[in-house]
C-alpha cells in the first residue's frame, strides 16, 4: 500500500484554523446554555434544523451538561433513561432518540409537579448554616424541620431548628409511621423527617428542602426515588478540618470520631444528583435554591 499524500501546509493551516474557530462557537453555544441565554431544547432544534452548524456537532453529553446543575453523574444517568450514547452528536441523532432528547427537554422547560430537594453532606460542611440562610432569605422555600432526641445547642429554637423531643415520643412517632425517614447519627442521638408537614406543602406546589445526615438522604431516596439530592462539599479538606474544630461545641474525642466519619460520607458524594462547593454561604445557599427551582434537575 502506498503512502498517503502529505497535504501542502497551508491546507494543514487551514484545517488547524477551521478546527479552532469550531471549537469556540461550540463553547459559546455552551456557556449560552449554562447561562441561560439559551435553552437546551432550543440547542437541540438548531442543530436538527442545520446540520452544518456549531449546534449540530455538539455531543448530548455536552449539551445536557452545560445545562446548571446537571453535573457528571445527572447527565450519564439521563442519557442512560434516554438510551443515547455519550458519543452521539446533537445532529447524528435519530429519529426516535431526537424524539425522546426533545420530549425530556419540554419536559424540563414545562416543569413539573413540586418535589422534595434533600441537602446533605459531611458533618461540619454548613448543611445548618446554609438552610439557615436560605430560610432567612428565600421565603419561598418551606423548611422541613426535623426531629432528634439530642439536647438543642446554644440559639437553637424548638420548632424552628428541630423539634426536641424524648426518646418515648420518637418511638411513638416511628411506631405510628410518623416518620420518613430516621437514624442513629454518630451512634448517639436519633435524627427523623416528619413526613406530614412534607406531603401537605408538596400538595400545596411549594418548594420544600429537607438538610438532613448522609443516612437520612439515602433513605428518602429509597422512599421518594423523585426527591433531588444535592451534596455539599467543602472548598478543601483541611477547610472542614478547620471549621469542626473551631465552633467548639465538640470535645476532642468527639471531634475525631466526626472527622472520621466525614472522611466516609465524603466519600458517597457521587451518590447524589447535583453537588455544590460551600465556600461562602449565600452562594451556597443562592446555588442551592436554583437547583430547586429547575424541573429534572
Do not use: C
Not at 139 to 150: C, E, I, K, N, Q
Not at 244 to 253: C, K, N
Not at 283 to 294: D, T
Amino acid at each position: 500500500m502506498s503512502p498517503r499524500p502529505t497535504p501542502p501546509d497551508v491546507d494543514r493551516v487551514a484545517a488547524g484554523i477551521a478546527a479552532v474557530a469550531a471549537r469556540r462557537a461550540r463553547a459559546a453555544v455552551k456557556n449560552a446554555v449554562a447561562t441561560r441565554e439559551r435553552t437546551a431544547l432550543d440547542v437541540a432544534e438548531t442543530g436538527w434544523a442545520e446540520p452544518e452548524s456549531a449546534e449540530a456537532s455538539l455531543r448530548v453529553r455536552e449539551l445536557l451538561g452545560s445545562i446548571p446543575s446537571l453535573g457528571p453523574t445527572r447527565t450519564a444517568r439521563i442519557l442512560d433513561e434516554l438510551s443515547i450514547s455519550d458519543k452521539k452528536r446533537v445532529g447524528g441523532l435519530g429519529v426516535r432518540q431526537r424524539v425522546v432528547l426533545r420530549d425530556y427537554l419540554q419536559a424540563r422547560a414545562g416543569g413539573r409537579p413540586a418535589r422534595l430537594t434533600v441537602l446533605a453532606g459531611p458533618t461540619a460542611v454548613g448543611k445548618g448554616t446554609v438552610s439557615t440562610y436560605i430560610r432567612e432569605n428565600y421565603p419561598d422555600v418551606s423548611l422541613s424541620v426535623s426531629a432528634t432526641t439530642r439536647k438543642p445547642r446554644p440559639g437553637e429554637v424548638d420548632g424552628v431548628h428541630y423539634y426536641f423531643v424524648s426518646d418515648a415520643e420518637f418511638d411513638r412517632m416511628i411506631a405510628e409511621n410518623e416518620m420518613l425517614e430516621w437514624a442513629i447519627v454518630h451512634n448517639s442521638y436519633r435524627y427523623g423527617t416528619p413526613r406530614g408537614p412534607i406531603d401537605a406543602a408538596l400538595a400545596e406546589g411549594k418548594r420544600v428542602l429537607l438538610e438532613i445526615d448522609l443516612q437520612g438522604a439515602r433513605s428518602v431516596r429509597a422512599v421518594m426515588p423523585e426527591a433531588l439530592l444535592v451534596f455539599l462539599l467543602p472548598p478543601t479538606w483541611a477547610e472542614l478540618v478547620r471549621r469542626l474544630t473551631g465552633r467548639g461545641t465538640e470535645d476532642a474525642a468527639e471531634q475525631q470520631r466526626r472527622l472520621e466519619t466525614a472522611r466516609v460520607e465524603l466519600a458517597a458524594q457521587d451518590e447524589f444528583d447535583a453537588k455544590v462547593v460551600n465556600t461562602e454561604v449565600s452562594e451556597a445557599a443562592r446555588e442551592v435554591v436554583e437547583l430547586m427551582a429547575v424541573p429534572g434537575a
